[in-house]
């Protein structure tokens, strides 16, 4: 009997290594309520552990039509979908699920808001046309990492270490019962 209950003890200590595990989204770009003032081509999501090829998500307009998502790639820990045309401005939300290397499911969303100037559709002369050819570093997008909100975070690791404790706990109190059993 004392056997089994040291071995449950030690289940209990190793549990809260297995529940740290979870993938979580690191970052995203564009971030989660950001406001993108570039033409948008491609969105990323990044995780902290890698995603199985499974994992996708859905760009749904500010009415609920879904856009489509040209391709969606899966490379280790991002998540990619691009666009062939920028995005027309307006608000966003990202559905995304996520098959991640433990095999859990995690489904979650985020919402952005595309603000770029509209492309001017005026007739340009062969000169104007030299002048306003855009360069590389105009079609690149003003990227800020996304931190998810830190608040189910700390209330996770809250809940771990008072986990760690509990068992740690119920460890030393059965170890005293078995030493003093002995003698």
């Known amino acids: 009997m004392l056997k089994r209950i040291i ?22 770009t564009p971030s989660d309520k950001e406001t993108v003032t570039k033409p948008l081509t491609e969105i ?36 990619k979908g691009t666009f062939k045309k920028p995005l027309p401005n307006g ?9 991640g290397e433990d095999g859990h499911i995690i489904e ?18 062969p ?3 030299a002048e306003k050819t855009p360069t590389s570093k105009d079609n690149k997008q ?8 830190s608040t189910n975070n700390d209330k996770n690791n809250f809940m771990t270490y008072l986990f760690i404790g509990a068992s740690l706990v119920v460890l ?6 078995l030493l003093r059993r002995g003698k």
Do not use: M
């Open 91 to 99: 608000e966003y939300t990202v559905n995304w699920k996520i098959v």
């Open 127 to 129: 000169t104007e046309t």
């Open 7 to 28: 071995l449950f003890a030690c289940l209990l200590v190793l549990l809260p290594t297995t529940a740290l595990a979870h993938t979580e989204l690191k970052s995203s």
């Open 108 to 125: 979650r969303s985020f919402t952005f808001t595309v603000n770029a100037p509209e492309p001017e559709e005026k007739k340009l002369t």
């Open 172 to 177: 030393l109190i059965l170890t005293t019962l």
């Open 142 to 149: 003003e990227i800020k990492p996304n931190k998810p909100d």
């Open 44 to 79: 990323v999501l990044e995780f902290n552990t890698p995603i199985e090829n499974l994992s996708t998500f859905t760009l749904l307009d500010k009415k609920g039509q879904k856009v489509k998502v040209d391709h969606i790639a899966v490379e280790d820990k991002v998540l």
